[in-house]
């Protein structure tokens, strides 16, 4: 991945205007050249170490941090279930007349093949503009800015009416009970907050003109599905009409050929609603056609052809992603299955959605069922009616002059875990 040098400011300044009252007009250091050098320094840092998930080793990016923050007497705690994997938790403290605000990434990154990278991906290399690396903009970045916050909030002395909390976190991609799971089921005191700060936004760009700026406030669930056909094995030279493979073909087919429900919720019915006032008008007609339930299907074929990350965030998706089966030639399997990518919409039923699978495929040859993997619980929406998400989208049209977008990211992060503790906390009264 490659990242643009020019991109800490903002982040920085926008955390910074979260934390300050409204009425409060401190001043904080701006001398933005030593900053971005600093914060170039640890970026490049960070990425140069192999912190790869598999097999999992954030332990070095840990330490990093931990010299870093406790060399400006920034206070830090260690919490791990594995001594190679841990997760550390810095806090400045405020006086307490507002509960905490989380500053979080994630100090993993994807595994990756060196052979096909331009520049070794844990080099860190500065080229024509742009930095490559593993991590770049998932998630070291977002470590990296959350640090230097850190470190400009402890200099300036700042009064705080609130506490700030940091949290480097294990295992997002791919190992959540190293990371926020243990750290949300063990230790939640510790990050305790009543906003977090994370991964998912930005600013997005047409022809190098900024456009919008986004805020991601929910995201689709990650789910496998397994579809497993049933056969009779047999050899090659007298094909049968139960050959599995061909009665897994057919369901995938019938699969791929669903349409699932579209449906919105507050972040997607505003994401169009707010995209329409700034597209062309054929654009917006698209976009105002699915905000009144698009009844003759036009929009959503052109999303699905055009634009098919719209397409997904309208519905829960499916995609065929891995098949396996047979091991010879000549030898008719009795079984082989494929594996699915299904992202659902927050509020999807997985039991029912299963059972309406299992009717599309309409086949007692196929069966249909949950596979254990990577995933994440679901939880309805932030709110945009925040104090936090008011001052970003105040900051975001003061320094680019664009209007913001809340937007459901059709990944998953592990903002997650916070939204479902957050939504069973207030379900119970507090």
């Known amino acids: 991945m490659i990242s643009r040098l020019r991109r800490r400011g903002l982040t920085l300044v926008l955390i910074l205007l979260t934390l300050q009252s409204r009425a409060a007009e401190t001043v904080v250091p701006a001398d933005w050249k030593n900053i971005d050098e600093e914060s170039l320094k640890h970026f490049q840092n960070l990425l140069r170490l192999d912190t790869s998930d598999p097999p999992g080793g954030e332990r070095p990016a840990v330490d990093y941090l931990k010299s870093v923050l406790e060399a400006e007497g920034i206070e830090t705690k260690i919490f791990s279930i594995d001594a190679n994997r841990p997760n550390l938790v810095a806090r400045i403290r405020g006086n307490g007349k507002k509960r905490p605000l989380l500053l979080m990434g994630h100090t993993d990154v994807v595994n990756v093949d060196p052979k096909k990278w331009k520049h070794p991906p844990f080099s860190a290399t500065r080229a024509d503009g742009y930095i490559y690396g593993r991590g770049t903009v998932d998630d070291k970045d977002n470590v990296t800015a959350a640090l230097m916050t850190m470190l400009l909030l402890k200099?300036?002395?700042?009064?705080?009416?609130?506490?700030?909390?940091?949290?480097?976190?294990?295992?997002?991609?791919?190992?959540?009970r190293f990371g926020i799971e243990f750290m949300v089921r063990e230790h939640f005191a510790e990050i305790d907050a009543e906003f977090c700060l994370a991964e998912g936004g930005g600013v997005v760009r047409t022809g190098g003109k900024i456009q919008y700026g986004s805020v991601q406030t929910t995201e689709k669930i990650p789910n496998r599905i397994r579809i497993i056909a049933h056969g009779v094995a047999g050899h090659g030279s007298v094909p049968l009409r139960s050959n599995a493979v061909v009665h897994l073909a057919r369901a995938i087919a019938n699969i791929s050929?669903?349409?699932?429900?579209?449906?919105?919720?507050?972040?997607?019915?505003?994401?169009?609603?707010?995209?329409?006032?700034?597209?062309?008008?054929?654009?917006?007609?698209?976009?105002?056609?699915?905000?009144?339930?698009?009844?003759?299907?036009?929009?959503?074929?052109?999303?699905?052809?055009?634009?098919?990350?719209?397409?997904?965030?309208?519905?829960?998706?499916?995609?065929?992603?891995?098949?396996?089966?047979?091991?010879?030639?000549?030898?008719?399997?009795?079984?082989?299955?494929?594996?699915?990518?299904?992202?659902?919409?927050?509020?999807?039923?997985?039991?029912?959605?299963?059972?309406?699978?299992?009717?599309?495929?309409?086949?007692?040859?196929?069966?249909?069922?949950?596979?254990?993997?990577?995933?994440?619980?679901?939880?309805?929406?932030?709110?945009?009616?925040?104090?936090?998400?008011?001052?970003?989208?105040?900051?975001?049209?003061?320094?680019?002059?664009?209007?913001?977008?809340?937007?459901?990211?059709?990944?998953?992060?592990?903002?997650?875990?916070?939204?479902?503790?957050?939504?069973?906390?207030?379900?119970?009264?507090?």
């Open 155 to 176: 200099r300036s002395q700042m009064p705080l009416d609130r506490d700030v909390i940091f949290l480097a976190e294990a295992g997002e991609e791919g190992a959540v």
């Open 257 to 430: 050929d669903w349409q699932t429900e579209m449906r919105l919720n507050e972040t997607t019915r505003a994401f169009f609603e707010r995209l329409a006032t700034i597209s062309t008008p054929e654009e917006a007609a698209r976009y105002r056609a699915v905000l009144k339930g698009d009844e003759n299907g036009a929009a959503q074929e052109y999303f699905a052809e055009k634009e098919p990350r719209f397409h997904s965030t309208l519905r829960t998706s499916i995609s065929p992603n891995m098949i396996s089966g047979g091991y010879r030639v000549n030898v008719i399997p009795s079984e082989v299955e494929a594996t699915l990518d299904v992202r659902a919409l927050p509020d999807e039923d997985m039991t029912r959605f299963l059972d309406q699978m299992r009717k599309i495929i309409n086949d007692p040859a196929i069966t249909v069922e949950a596979a254990p993997g990577h995933s994440r619980p679901g939880a309805p929406p932030s709110s945009l009616h925040t104090e936090a998400f008011e001052v970003v989208e105040a900051a975001i049209k003061r320094h680019y002059g664009v209007i913001t977008l809340p937007v459901m990211s059709t990944g998953a992060t592990d903002m997650a875990f916070l939204r479902q503790k957050a939504f069973n906390v207030s379900a119970s009264g507090r």
